[in-house]
């Protein structure tokens, strides 16, 4: 079994969230940093929390050499909600969220008569238009990770 990497929560501007002004915002300045479980090289830094990696899961430490698991697993490998995330990235969803309020406050703001769910469906529909723009990148990592993990299982059989 190979060690697996560390990651570590950096929120290095919390302590702004108790001053006054401007610099507050600086509290959602947040990463995860991934280091090397041998000698603690950091080898990755996400901007958002839980982002969902696709790889074989090794990798070789660039300043040690040594083999470990970067938490990264390949399309087969991940459940349901992690597939979901890759084509739904957090911004997406929040977009998505945002048209979906508007449509439904419309339905309250509007006069009576233009009531429409139609509107409201039309309007979500649009919500969704970065993620499909977006669904080319994750769905060329999915087909490369499917490609690999068929690979490997082929070389693990023989
Ligand atoms: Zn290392």
């Known amino acids: 079994m ?4 560390i990651r570590e929560d950096r929120n290095p ?3 702004f969230g108790f001053t006054p002004g401007f610099q507050r915002l600086l509290i959602f300045v947040r990463w995860t940093s991934y280091k090397c479980p041998h000698c603690g090289h ?3 830094r996400d901007f958002w929390p839980g982002s969902v990696r696709l790889g074989s899961g090794q990798r070789t430490c660039q300043e040690c050499g040594t083999l470990f698991d970067d938490g990264s697993r390949e399309w087969p490998e991940l459940a349901f909600e992690s597939k979901l995330r890759l084509f739904l990235p957090p911004l ?3 977009i998505w969220c945002g048209f979906l309020a508007a449509a439904v406050a419309s339905l309250y703001i509007g006069p009576r008569d233009e009531h429409s769910w139609g509107v409201v469906f039309f309007v979500s529909a649009v919500g969704l238009m970065p993620a499909i723009a977006w669904s080319p990148v994750p769905l060329t990592r999915m087909i490369y990770s499917i ?3 068929k690979a490997r299982g082929d070389r693990d059989a023989r």
């Open 13 to 15: 501007f919390s302590i």
């Open 92 to 94: 997406a969803i929040g």
């Open 147 to 149: 490609h690999r993990y």
């Open 42 to 44: 950091v080898f990755r």
């Open 2 to 5: 190979l060690r697996r990497a």
